[in-house]
């Protein structure tokens, strides 16, 4: 048993790395060197980038480079959810700006969907991968208008949804818990961890991986980039920044874009009398309409997922939280499945978001040398997946449809500075906790 739980000391290892097998290990970096191309990070976002360059320039040296494993990191630690349609409660719907927002984020997740698909499909990676829709449910009164409001939404958009009661649910996911739920469809369920190993694997031999190799500094020199690195220094002609939560560690976004640290538990596989107990219900994923509630799933090797704490803890979250996390996901377990025994969690483990305070991400061009994308505001798989490619595009001109619609976002809304902003945020996620006790 990898979580023990209730209070005792418990290792922060992701369930989902764990059960994605071995990793192709790859080395650190030393030395100094020069390279046409840089991607930091080895997540959605830099794999996808490192992809596209090698196909549009295939004579070009890229390094990708990651401060961990490749892989391992937020694009590891999610929930599994490949997101085609994002709440619509996230959206600003009260102007057309928002509206178009909206939109432009849908397509952006949609090509998203399809591209990690086709990877899926042509690599013949073994990920788990589900096409099927995503729930957004609620078991408070205090939460079925915005799941109408969500569905209608969804209507007037022309996106497929479809109002789920009790009973519906019930058979669907094989608890009462829920009363009123939407299921919309063009998204699917993944092993993250495993999609994202198989990215990594599949990556054109072209693409040089560096890892355990957190850059330490990053600045323009004249026409090129200086990395400085533990092990030593890299000179890039151009660089690509795909670090998500932690781009302001190397001062980009530095007032646009803050981290939340998440934790989640995965059950071990059920027993026959626990798939007695819920139906023997297909898979499924539920996220919540209510900000702070749980997301789960049950996955198809038949465990149960749950993350339903998001907390601002820039440092991370020690083993002692870790322990009292584990506890509040079991509680949330109990809600919905009273019969899981207390030692069903086999695996807790924390991982960072990138949020911003208007849900919008970062496309940017920081130079003529350096460029960002991230901040996804927990929808990281598939919109990280066409971000990371579309930024590659900017960096070398190549315009499309889809590029357009990603310069037409809003950038993210500015935030204040620490500490001011710490004890905003913190003040904030407690107000958001309170509201959404009965969702988690």
């Known amino acids: ?28 970096f030393n030395g100094t060197q020069t390279t046409d191309w840089v991607i ?20 070009a040296r890229v390094i990708l480079i990651d401060g961990k494993r490749v892989g391992q990191g937020a694009t590891g630690r999610n929930s599994g959810f490949v997101v085609a349609n994002e709440s619509p409660g996230h959206a600003a719907f009260s102007s057309a700006s928002g509206w178009a927002d909206y939109a432009a984020l849908n397509a952006l997740d949609h090509a998203g969907v399809a591209a990690l698909k086709q990877l899926v499909e042509t690599h013949e990676i073994n990920c788990q991968w589900e096409d099927t829709g995503s729930i957004h449910a609620a078991t408070s009164p205090k939460n079925f208008n915005k799941l109408r409001h969500h569905a209608q939404a969804f209507t007037d958009m022309g996106i497929n949804a479809t109002l789920l009661d009790q009973a519906a649910l019930h058979k669907r996911l094989g608890t009462t818990h829920y009363k009123l739920g939407v299921l919309s469809t063009g998204g699917a369920l993944v092993q993250p961890a495993a999609l994202a190993k198989g990215l990594s694997d599949s990556l054109p031999a072209q693409v040089e991986i560096y890892e355990n190799s957190p850059v330490l500094k990053l600045k323009q020199d004249g026409d090129a980039a200086i990395l400085t690195l533990k092990g030593g220094t890299l000179r890039a002609n151009k ?16 007032d646009r874009v803050f981290p939340l640290a998440l934790t989640a538990s ?3 596989p059920l027993t026959k009398a626990e798939e007695d107990e819920i139906g023997h219900a297909a898979s499924w994923g539920v996220l919540s309409p209510q900000s702070l509630g749980a997301t789960m799933r049950l996955t198809k090797d038949r465990r149960i997922l749950i993350r339903n704490t998001a907390e601002y803890r820039p440092s991370g979250i020690e083993a002692a939280r870790l322990a009292h996390n584990q506890s509040i996901h079991y509680q949330g377990l109990k809600k919905r499945f009273p019969w899981l025994a207390a030692d069903a969690i086999e695996y807790t483990w924390s991982g960072n978001i990138c949020v911003s305070a208007n849900s919008k991400p970062v496309f940017s061009k ?6 960002a994308a991230g901040c996804y505001n927990a929808s990281g798989a598939a919109r990280g997946t066409i971000m990371g490619r579309l930024i590659a595009d900017l960096t070398m001109n190549a315009p499309s449809e889809l590029l357009d619609t990603a310069n037409s976002l809003s950038e993210p809304s500015w935030i204040p500075p620490r500490p001011f902003f710490d004890m905003a945020a913190k003040t904030r996620m407690a107000l958001e906790r309170a509201k959404g006790k009965s969702e988690r």
């Open 1 to 28: 048993m990898i979580g023990h739980f209730l209070g005792n000391t418990i290792s922060d290892i992701c369930g989902w790395v764990a059960l994605a097998g071995d990793y192709t290990s790859h080395p650190t």
């Open 40 to 59: 930091i990070g080895g997540g959605f976002t830099g794999l996808a980038a490192a992809r596209r360059i090698a196909e549009l320039e295939p004579n």
């Open 239 to 254: 660089v690509i920044v795909g670090v998500n939560a932690f781009m302001p560690r190397l001062g980009i976004r530095t």
């Open 266 to 268: 995965l059950t071990r």
């Open 366 to 371: 920081l130079s003529d040398t350096m460029f």
